[in-house]
Structures are given as C-alpha cells and as structure tokens.
C-alpha cells in the first residue's frame, strides 16, 4: 500500500521516502525545493496528533529542542502541524548509527575515546540548557561515515531528544510511564525517581561498558528482568569477563553505573575526563586492542 505522506510538502519540506518508524511515529527523508540538500522529517502517529494534550506538549518539547545549538547534537530545524499532521525536521546525517557499529566493530579503548568525549560535551551542553536526553543508547549515537571517509576521524552526533525531559522537571511525556530502553535504564527512571544529569551518566555508562566489552551489563530474554537486574544486581567486573582488561578503566565504569544518582558522576564531562586519566595509565599498545568477550 502507497505512503500517503511521500510527496506530501509539509512547512518547506517535501515528504520522500521512509527510512524508519518507531514508538511515537515515522521517519522520512526530505527536501526542500528550493535546494538539494537531504533533511529528515518525523512525523508523530496519528493517534498522538489527536490528542490535544500531547500537542500542546509536543509544541512546547520540540521547541525547547529547538534551542540546543552544539556541534554534536543534531539539531531540530523546524517544526509544525499540518493538516492534524505533527512533524519535525532535522538534518540528515549520512552514517550509520553506533549500535549497527557495535554488531560489527570491536572497540579499542581509543577509539571508545573518541566517541566518549564529544557525546559527553553534547550531554553536558544539553543539561546546561535545560534537557535530559532520557533515552541514550547506541542507536541514539550516530556516526557521521562521509566525515570519518574524508578525514579518518570518527564524527558522532547525538541523537533522538524526542524523549526529553527539561531539568526543572516538568514532564513533556505521557504522566506515569516510564520512558527509555531496559538495557540503558538507571535505577532511578525505573521507579519513577526523579530524572537528572546522573541519569544520563548511567546510561552512557552502559554505553561504555558496552563499546569497551562488547556486550551491556545485564541482559535477558525478558525485559522485566532486565529491569529488575538494573535496580538489584553489580554489574560484572570488565577485569572478571576479560583478565587483559586495562585495570585502569574498570573504577570508572563502576563508578558511572552506581545504583545511586549521588554516587556517580555528577556530569558527563566528569566521567570524560575520569576515562581519559585512567587511559594514560595504559600501555600505548593496550589502548589500540579490543577487550570485547563473548554475549
């Protein structure tokens, strides 16, 4: 059956094809006429464009989106509604996302450096302005691939702040439900705690771990019980799933997966700048090897 929206002009924008579709609603290429540079529009599910309290949320989410201006984060460039149609626009990033990486790539300690610093600068800005991304997780970092062919540098951008949440605490989702993916959840969003910066450490600390091991922390068939690992289980060791493991790295994942908010790192830069000190500790040879072990 034929997509009604590829062709549609919604604002400047003409709808083309569909690249995804997820939770809250569909992802399109698009276009403007007046150039040839690619965009990407997301169109909210009908079932929550009816709905005026999510609209009126929606408007006010978005444009403080609108607002975050950083490098590393990719930026909304418009949005509206039309025709009971609620959309946004953001530029098109040509690469793929870290988590296809992850099914393919095994991650140095420097090439998790890489990654780590300007997703955690882009974290820090996006807290210093009012918005807790609440949903960070590899499929949420994108790596710009037309970049890293020209330069041999990796570009991440961070991605996907249609979950946020603003600092002061004002929800923007639907009341009671608890927003995020189980595997990058930390304690405190699970029990409906309140959300900070922290929350956003916790789960790039699972990212972390994750890059560096090759597998997140807890994992299940179930994501009940992953859920409950989050809240009642140590994560295990890195230096007990791989004995070549840099000691230096482990206290700083532990650190950032701490049960409570105050015992882990206050701020993503934190966490940053505690990875590349322990990082000088190891061998020159060591950071360019992969410590990944089996899921």
Known sequence: MSD???????????????????????????????????????????????????????????????????????????????????????????????????????????????????????????????????????????????????????????????????VDGTVLTEAGVSIGTPHYMAPEQINGNPITAATDVYALGVVLYEMLLGRVPFNDKSPELVVLKQIRETPPAPTALNGDFPPSLEPVIIKALEKLPEKRYQTAGEMSAAYWQALQAVDLEDRKQSYAVAK
């Open 4 to 166: 009604p929206l590829i062709g549609m002009q919604l604002g400047d924008y003409i709808v083309g094809m569909r690249i995804d579709e997820g939770a809250m609603g569909a992802i399109y290429r698009a276009f403007k006429p007046t150039n040839n540079n690619p965009f990407v529009v997301k169109v909210m599910l009908a079932k929550h464009s009816r709905d005026p309290q999510f609209r009126k949320r929606f408007a006010r989410e978005v444009a403080l989106l609108q607002t975050l201006k950083h490098p590393a984060i990719i930026s909304v460039l418009a949005f509206g509604e039309q025709e009971g149609i609620l959309y946004f626009v953001m530029p098109f990033i040509s690469g793929r996302s870290l988590d296809s990486m992850l099914k393919k790539t095994r991650f140095s300690p420097n090439m998790v450096w890489s990654i780590l610093d300007p997703i955690s600068q882009a974290l820090d800005y996006a807290h210093a302005h009012g918005v807790i991304h609440r949903d960070l997780k590899p499929s949420n970092i994108l790596i710009d691939t037309s970049a890293a062919r020209t330069s041999g540098e990796i570009y991440p951008y961070l991605a996907d702040f249609g979950l946020s949440k603003p």
